[in-house]
C-alpha cells in the first residue's frame, strides 16, 4: 500500500492508535487527529515521525476542524485513500431518558455528526473526484441495547445506518464499512471492564475482551484492495459475545 494515505480520527492512543500502527506498518502515510496536541505528536513520532505522520489536533464536534484536517492531510501527503471515522465519546450512563438532553445532543454532535461532516470534508476535497474508502468505528451496542450506554448506543446505531445509506450512495467510486466492536480494553472503556476483568473474559466464547489490534487488522481489511466487492457491510468484533445471551 505504499503511497497510499489515511486520515484516522482519536489516534493519539487506543483503538485509532492502533489503526494507525497498522496502516504505517502496512506502507500508508497517516494523518491522526485528536483534541490534545502533546499526546498526539508524541504518536506521531511514534508513528514514524512527519514522513509517515502528521497531526491536526482539534475536537471531533468542530466543522472547522473537519476541513483543517482533510486539507493539511491532502497538502502535506498530496492525496487521501482512506477516512477512518473512529473519534467517539461516552460521557453519560444510565437509562436514556434520564441523560441530561444537552449530553445527548453532545454525544450525536461529536460520534454521528462529526462522522458526517468529516465524510462530508473527505469527500468535497479529494474522495469525490478520486475515490477511496471510508471506515466508520461503530460498536456492539449498535446493533444490540445494552444498559446504561443509552445515547451512545443510539449513536452508533446510526452510524450503522449511514454506512449502508453512504454505501449507495458514494458508490462505484467509494466503497463505504463499519466496525463493531463488543469491549475493548482502552482507558476508554475501562469504567465497563475495571475489576471484573476475569468474570467478564469468561463470558466471551473466545476467552477474552478484544485489543485494539484486532479493529485495526479488520480496518486494514476494509482499506485493502481485499474488500474491493465490499461496501455498506459492518464487521462485528465481538469475541463470539453476541452469539450468547448476555452482552
Ligand atoms: N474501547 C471499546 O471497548 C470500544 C468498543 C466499541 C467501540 N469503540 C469505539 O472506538 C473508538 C475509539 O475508542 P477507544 O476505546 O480507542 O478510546 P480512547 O482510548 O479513549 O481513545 C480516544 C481517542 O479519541 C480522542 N478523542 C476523545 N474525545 C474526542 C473529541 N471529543 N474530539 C476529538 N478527539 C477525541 C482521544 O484523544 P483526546 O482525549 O486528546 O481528544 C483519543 O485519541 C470510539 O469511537 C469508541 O466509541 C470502543
Not at 500502527?21 to 502496512?26: A, K, S
Not at 487527529?33 to 489536533?57: C, D, H, K, S
Request: with cysteine.
Amino acid at each position: 500500500m505504499a503511497d497510499r494515505v489515511a486520515l484516522v480520527t482519536g489516534a493519539s492512543r487506543g483503538i485509532g492508535l492502533a489503526i494507525a500502527q497498522r496502516l504505517v506498518h502496512d506502507g500508508w502515510r497517516v494523518c491522526i487527529t485528536a483534541r490534545n496536541a502533546e499526546p498526539l505528536a508524541a504518536a506521531a513520532e511514534q508513528l514514524g515521525g512527519p514522513e509517515r505522520a502528521i497531526t491536526v489536533p482539534g475536537k471531533g464536534d468542530d466543522e472547522a476542524h473537519h476541513a483543517d484536517a482533510v486539507a493539511r492531510t491532502v497538502t502535506t501527503f498530496g492525496r487521501l485513500d482512506l477516512l477512518v471515522n473512529n473519534t467517539g465519546i461516552n460521557p453519560v450512563y444510565g437509562p436514556l431518558l434520564g441523560q441530561d438532553p444537552a449530553a445527548v445532543r453532545k454525544v450525536f454532535d461529536v460520534n454521528f455528526f462529526g462522522t458526517l461532516n468529516m465524510i462530508r470534508q473527505a469527500h468535497g476535497q479529494w474522495l469525490g473526484a478520486h475515490g477511496g474508502a471510508i471506515v466508520n468505528v461503530s460498536s456492539i451496542s449498535g446493533l444490540q441495547p445494552a444498559e446504561g450506554l443509552g445515547a451512545y448506543a443510539v449513536s452508533k446505531a446510526a452510524l450503522i445506518h449511514l454506512t449502508r445509506q453512504l454505501a449507495i450512495e458514494l458508490a462505484p467510486g467509494i466503497r463505504v464499512n463499519a466496525v463493531a466492536p463488543a469491549v475493548v480494553e482502552t482507558a476508554f472503556a475501562r469504567r465497563l471492564f475495571a475489576g471484573q476483568e476475569e468474570e467478564l473474559r469468561k463470558r466471551y466464547p473466545l476467552g477474552r475482551l478484544g485489543t485494539p489490534d484486532d479493529v485495526a487488522g479488520a480496518v486494514a481489511y476494509l482499506a485493502s484492495p481485499e474488500a474491493a466487492w465490499v461496501t455498506g457491510q459492518t464487521i462485528v468484533l465481538d469475541g463470539g459475545i453476541s452469539q450468547t445471551a448476555h452482552l
